[in-house]
T-cell receptor, first 109, second 115 residues
């Protein structure tokens, strides 16, 4: 099956800093989503982005499908951005999402 | 509009018992998927159901089973519980199955602890 690798595994920032999270995947995909998991376990949709670039407030994402990677940018980070960020992909052969291991982000005041 | 709902929120069972978890998809969504998330890891796919039929199954033993009802809600059953089944069980819904450019929406999950 498809492999999904996220980096870095852990990231500690001061409030106001910018960060870039990376997701590499091993095969062509139909779907790529970025999620934020809050401390209560809820997975919150950030972006559906199988290709191209999208922006939503302080967050933006870029997927380069031909090179099999996606980047999530967080600007002017806030303490509420803390949590685990997951990248998940759907293979062209099926409809299941395969998740990476996540990036644990901690934003300190 | 209500999002994906799951019940119960928390559950404690002992080894060997059986458990049933429930999920109601977003109104109008016909596809429901189940994922298991062990502490410190990303969610792992268990099942997908569409129009009451199983459309995909992950690498889980036969102790895991599921079904989907005519109203598109779903149940996940786990028999003969093991300590390793302790996890957050997540349900996701999407409007249709297999379409390109389809987003999955997740519920809050059920935390299962097996003692």
């Amino acid at each position: 099956g498809i492999q999904v690798e996220q980096s870095p595994p852990d990231l500690i920032l001061q409030e106001g800093a910018n960060s870039t999270l990376r997701c590499n995947f091993s095969d062509s995909v139909n779907n790529l989503q970025w999620f934020h998991q809050n401390p209560w376990g809820q997975l919150i949709n950030l972006f559906y982005i199988p290709s191209g670039t999208k922006q939503n407030g302080r967050l933006s994402a870029t997927t380069v499908a031909t090179e099999r990677y996606s980047l999530l940018y967080i600007s002017s980070s806030q303490t509420t951005d803390s949590g685990v960020y997951f990248c998940a992909v759907e293979e062209t052969s099926g409809s299941r999402l395969t998740f990476g291991e996540g990036t644990q982000l901690t934003v300190n005041p | 509009d209500a999002g994906v709902t799951q019940s119960p929120t928390h559950l404690i069972k002992t080894r060997g018992q059986q458990v049933t978890l429930r999920c109601s998809p977003i109104s109008g969504h016909k596809s429901v998927s189940w994922y298991q998330q062990v502490l410190g890891q990303g969610p792992q796919f268990i099942f997908q159901y569409y129009e009451k039929e199983e459309r995909g199954r992950g690498n889980f033993p036969d102790r895991f089973s599921a079904r989907q009802f005519p109203n598109y809600s779903s149940e996940l059953n786990v028999n003969a519980l093991l300590l390793g089944d302790s996890a957050l069980y997540l349900c996701a819904s999407s409007p249709d199955r297999g379409r390109v450019q389809e987003t999955q929406y997740f519920g809050p999950g059920t935390r299962l602890l097996v003692l």
